[in-house]
T-cell receptor, first 115, second 109 residues
Framework: ETGVTQTPRHLVMGMTNKKSLKCEQH?????MYWYKQSAKKPLELMFV???????ENNSVPSRFSPECPNSSHLFLHLHTLQPEDSALYLC??????????????FGEGSRLTVL | GQNIDQPTEMTATEGAIVQINCTYQ??????LFWYQQHAGEAPTFLSY??LDGLEEKGRFSSFLSRSKGYSYLLLKELQMKDSASYLC??????????WGAGTKLIIKP
């Protein structure tokens, strides 16, 4: 138990569907992150939020839309995805971002399959 | 560009010692992290090095040489539960984490 909870753990969707991934952290952290993890590839940073403000968007396609209503919750809204978007999506948190970040605390991930 | 290299897969025997290497070329350096990730689980923090030398934490140790752009993770007295992927990550001059692709460690009885 890392203090970061992601739901759903598994998701199968068609290319025309709309779905959302949810992340919640109980650590009192102020920074939250979305990462994409594909087999045998490095973790890809997608988005960073610090104190609810988006501070990083690593050229992520607009079919991925993040939302951070407060420092404890992070969503990733998905629409018109492509099969190559199939991957494990990891949420992480840290006390803050940037030079005060320290280690990241990860959730167990949402395994997404796009048909 | 920025790059982290680590072996894709390693195999070791229960009770033995294994060393997982990580070399990096990054724009600046603000620390190196090792994470462990069991299949289907969250990556969990193992160690952090920012100064040269060895950091020991129980059966696990991590070494850093900034001049060589090199680190290793040393696992002693291997147990079956150490079968996992080990991820190396470097924080660059902009405090961005640059990740390696991970090393899958297989422990055999």
């Amino acid at each position: 138990e890392t203090g970061v909870t992601q739901t759903p753990r598994h998701l199968v969707m068609g290319m025309t569907n709309k779905k959302s991934l949810k992340c919640e952290q109980h650590l009192g952290h102020n920074a939250m992150y979305w990462y994409k993890q594909s087999a045998k590839k490095p973790l890809e940073l997608m988005f960073v939020y610090n104190f609810k403000e988006q501070t990083e968007n690593n050229s992520v396609p607009s079919r991925f839309s993040p939302e951070c209503p407060n420092s404890s919750h992070l969503f990733l809204h998905l629409h018109t995805l492509q099969p190559e978007d199939s991957a494990l999506y990891l949420c992480a948190s840290s006390p803050t971002s940037g030079d005060g970040a320290g280690e990241l605390f990860f959730g167990e991930g949402s395994r997404l399959t796009v048909l | 560009g920025q790059n982290i290299d680590q072996p894709t897969e390693m195999t070791a025997t229960e009770g033995a010692i294994v060393q997982i290497n990580c070399t990096y070329q990054t724009s600046g350096f603000n620390g190196l992290f090792w994470y462990q990730q069991h299949a289907g689980e969250a990556p969990t923090f193992l160690s952090y090095n920012v100064l040269d030398g060895l950091e020991e934490k129980g059966r696990f140790s991590s070494f850093l040489s900034r001049s060589k752009g090199y680190s290793y993770l040393l696992l002693k007295e291997l147990q079956m539960k150490d079968s996992a992927s080990y991820l190396c990550a470097v924080r660059d001059s902009n405090y961005q984490l640059i990740w390696g692709a991970g090393t899958k460690l297989i422990i055999k009885p």
